[in-house]
């Protein structure tokens, strides 16, 4: 059987933390990139325009699925010709949902974010 040490509390050291590295540098650079694209994306998501170019469409807004399509961007057809907020909605979620799911992304935004 074991037995373990037992302590009164923390070291008595006058400093917080003897570390001397800048560790919090990572976790603001990842911040600052995901709230700029967090505030990018929902820009062009609500702006509704200069998404299409011929033969070029803007990768939020692809494929456009409803009817405030440009003319000659719906190459699938219009199956959400109902919606009528911006078609990015209707797009942007999967991207959203995979890298709000995947391991790398979810460390380092709750380090992010939440530290």
Same mark, same amino acid.
């Given at each position: 059987m074991?037995?373990?040490v037992r302590s009164p509390g923390r070291a008595r %050291?006058?400093?917080r933390t003897l570390r001397? +590295?800048? &560790? &919090?540098l990572y976790p603001a650079v990842t911040f600052t990139v995901f709230? @700029?694209?967090?505030?990018? @994306?929902?820009?062009?998501a609500f702006s509704g325009s200069n998404y299409y170019?011929?033969?070029? %469409? !803007?990768p939020f807004y692809s494929? #456009? %699925?409803? !009817? +405030? #399509?440009?003319e000659g961007s719906s190459d699938f057809g219009q199956p959400f010709s109902f919606w009528q907020l911006s078609p990015a909605l209707i797009i942007l979620i999967f991207p959203l949902g995979f890298?709000? !799911? #995947?391991?790398?992304?979810r460390k380092a935004y709750y380090r992010s974010f939440w530290l």
């Open positions: 074991s037995t373990g %050291l006058p400093e001397q +590295d800048r &560790w &919090w709230t @700029a694209f967090i505030v990018y @994306a929902t820009w062009r170019s011929t033969p070029y %469409l !803007s494929p #456009c %699925l409803t !009817s +405030d #399509c440009v890298r709000m !799911s #995947c391991y790398y992304y």
